[in-house]
């Protein structure tokens, strides 16, 4: 599944009642205040959610899939996500619940 930023406003508008311009700009402050944590080098944590963090990768050997030709892929930051336990345990009871319908 697949949401935009627009549609997330658009629910949060619908079901807080708030005017579509304040929906749109509290999705975007969020997001806002993702990036700009990780950008200053910070571990971002949501609680009962997960945590974002930035990892250094060394560069390393690979290959070109369309060509075969060995290639190096550069060293680069990359952001990591790792869920919380409570989001865990939503995940795992929306499955079991899926499974066993």
Do not use: C, Y
């Not at 406003?9 to 304040?22: G, I, P, V």
């Amino acid at each position: 599944m697949n949401i935009t930023k627009a549609e997330l406003a658009q629910n949060l508008s619908d079901k807080f009642k708030l005017s579509k311009q304040d929906a749109k700009d509290l999705v975007d402050n969020f997001f806002t205040q993702i990036i700009e944590a990780l950008a200053h080098g910070e571990e971002l944590k949501i609680t009962g959610f997960g945590s974002f963090a930035l990892r250094d990768k060394k560069s390393r050997p690979g290959r070109n899939p369309r060509t075969g030709e060995a290639v190096v892929i550069s060293e680069r930051r990359v952001v990591t996500f790792k869920q919380g336990q409570k989001l865990k345990e939503h995940v795992a009871e929306e499955a079991e619940s899926i499974v066993g319908a």
